[in-house]
């Protein structure tokens, strides 16, 4: 198995609601990350958790929070968005410290903030 | 900080042309580059991954070329067909801490 599996693909939300993306893998990686990615331009990294522990946070404002529950799941909960906010989100995993360390991602949720 | 720039930032071309996309970064000290594929409104799909030690990667008509010592990479891709049409990302793996930092991207369309 050799997917990440992100859900939900698309979401439409309101500026007050509360809303969760959802990151699952199985290949045993012990990095995981959230990237945002706008319309015609690269990623930009959001988050990394390596071994289950928040490494890297990205400046991200407050109203994005994230959660690695276990070493497979990776959460991203979303609350009082903006509409700026409204982008592709990918959800990665690699194996840290392999020396042929490869990223691999998910297809991605749409979101959209209305 | 390291920055990765690509070249072109879009081309277009007739099928069964060869062509080459440019990668470039500011710090040779990598752990690895990765190219990837991307269509519109998807993931990232892994094409090919040079380590640093290593000179090239080759995946069917893909060939991947690293010069670290003068930051750059190049992706050749030969006989092009219209199905590779995608914007094309490379990102290097530094050589500290777990932070992928991508270029920008080249948007290639191939023609029938």
């Known amino acids: 198995d050799t997917e990440v599996t992100q859900t939900p693909k698309h979401l439409v939300m309101g500026m007050t609601n509360k809303k969760s993306l959802k990151c699952e893998q199985h290949?045993?990686?012990?990095?995981m990350y959230w990237y945002k990615q706008k319309a015609k331009k690269p990623p930009e990294l959001m988050f990394v958790?390596?071994?289950?522990?928040?490494?890297i946070n990205e400046s991200v404002p407050s109203r994005f929070s994230p959660e690695c529950p276990n070493s497979s799941l990776l959460n991203l909960h979303l609350h009082a968005l903006q509409p700026e906010d409204s982008a592709l989100y990918l959800c990665?995993?690699?194996?840290?410290?392999?020396?042929?360390?490869?990223?691999?991602f998910g297809s991605g949720t749409q979101l959209s903030v209305l | 900080k390291q920055e990765v720039t690509q070249i072109p930032a879009a081309l277009s071309v007739p099928e069964g042309e060869n062509l080459v996309l440019n990668c470039s970064f500011t710090?040779?000290?990598?752990?690895?580059l990765q190219w990837f594929r991307q269509d519109p409104g998807k993931g990232l799909t892994s094409l090919l991954l040079?380590?640093?030690?290593?000179r090239e990667q080759t995946s069917g008509r893909l060939n991947a070329s690293l010069d670290k010592s003068s930051g750059r990479s190049t992706l050749y891709i030969a006989a092009s067909q219209p199905g590779d049409s995608a914007t094309y990302l490379c990102?290097?793996?530094?050589?500290?801490?777990?932070?992928?930092?991508f270029g920008p991207g080249t948007r290639l369309s191939v023609l029938p």
């Open positions: 990102a290097v793996k530094e050589d500290y801490g777990q932070n992928f930092v």
């Open positions: 990665a995993s690699s194996h840290p410290g392999a020396s042929n360390e490869k990223l691999f």
């Open positions: 710090d040779s000290a990598i752990y690895n």
């Open positions: 290949m045993g990686h012990r990095a």
């Open positions: 040079i380590q640093s030690s290593q």
């Open positions: 958790y390596s071994y289950e522990k928040l490494s």
